[in-house]
């Protein structure tokens, strides 16, 4: 059973969200020949002042 944990920076539409899990579950049918329904996917959304790149806050100026 397939899990998958998306993480992004900022937020994501419902219809991203909807379009990139469809997608993750193709591939992973396709290629890992794992069925559709055996398939799980979260979203996890956070804050720039939660995520940093080489040594910076992304929300920063």
Known sequence: MPY????VA???TREQKSK????ITDTLER????PKS???ITFDEIEGENW?????LIDSD
């Open 4 to 7: 998958v944990n998306i993480k």
């Open 10 to 12: 900022g937020s994501l």
């Open 20 to 23: 990139i899990a469809a997608e």
């Open 31 to 34: 290629i890992a020949k794992k």
């Open 38 to 40: 055996y398939t799980y």
């Open 52 to 56: 940093a790149v080489a040594g910076e």
